[in-house]
């Protein structure tokens, strides 16, 4: 079967997140690993409960912020544009159905993510993806149980790396994270935006497109290329189905977590 040019795009975005991923999982690995820990006081091969370990302890936000700086915000200008990709995608897809859409009605797309240019706006959803709370919490857990207990030093290196680098059997924490904040807003910006342009533009037909995988959901399955109303779609935020998103409108999530689904939009008075 043929994939869809928009298809094409799902699947390649996808891959190259992963390979994204797996960039700053080495770039966090030797910041920490390699610079980081390096510096720590040793008694033999246990950390010391002194005062200066604890001091390293409360710098784990300053090289998060370091990292930010070296290497996020790279990321984040680049996933920021996926993003805006995904809009865009959705745009010339309205424009090949014959739809008078512009650049005009998808232009608030850079103001709700928080990207202007190479600029993040701080306080944006960009800027939270990028600060990482959940991963600095944990990372400052961890050391702070190990100075706090004179653990060896290689146990420590050996619990860190679990939390930055994905092994062949299991992601790692800053995957999960990457995974639980970064997948699904790439399919919300394309879904969200064609939904925004057929409420615009008067569209009350789609079809439920994408094809299937073996992890498909039953959700998935029983729509997958069959055509429905905007008002079938509206009527299923009242269903309950294994991966739906709590309190996100069906024509954003589609089939829920991590859902590769989207929808094409009929122009009827082309038919």
Not at 76 to 94: H, M, P, Q, R
Request: glycine share 8%; net charge negative.
């Amino acid at each position: 079967m043929t994939l869809s040019e928009t298809d094409e795009w799902i699947e390649e975005s996808y891959k190259e997140l992963e390979r994204k991923i797996k960039e700053q999982e080495d770039e966090f690995l030797l910041l920490f690993i390699d610079t980081y820990l390096a510096d720590f006081y040793l008694d033999d091969t246990n950390l010391k409960t002194t005062s200066g370990n604890f001091d390293k302890v409360n710098q784990i936000n300053a090289k998060f912020d370091e990292a930010y700086d070296l290497f996020i915000i790279a990321f984040l200008v680049w996933y920021g544009n996926k993003l805006i990709e995904a809009g865009n995608i959705s745009l010339e897809y309205f424009k090949s159905i014959g739809i008078a859409a512009t650049s005009k009605d998808i232009a608030y797309l850079s103001k709700m993510i928080g990207l202007s240019g190479k600029t993040i706006t701080k306080g944006s959803p960009l800027w939270n993806l990028g600060k990482m709370g959940e991963m600095r919490q944990r990372m400052q857990d961890l050391v702070m149980n190990a100075v706090s207990s004179g653990q060896k030093y290689n146990v420590l290196v050996r619990n860190i790396r679990p939390l930055l680098k994905s092994s062949k059997a299991k992601r790692s924490a800053l995957s999960k994270y990457y995974l639980k904040y970064a997948y699904n807003p790439i399919m919300q910006a394309l879904n969200g935006t064609s939904y925004h342009l057929a409420q615009k533009y008067g569209l009350t037909e789609f079809v439920y497109a994408g094809g299937l995988v073996e992890k498909s959901r039953h959700f998935c399955i029983e729509r997958n290329g069959n055509k429905y109303s905007i008002e079938e779609g509206k009527s299923w935020n009242n269903l309950d189905w294994r991966g739906k998103i709590d309190g996100v409108d069906f024509f954003i999530q589609l089939g829920g977590w991590n859902c590769f689904h989207h929808l094409e939009w009929i122009n009827n008075e082309e038919e």
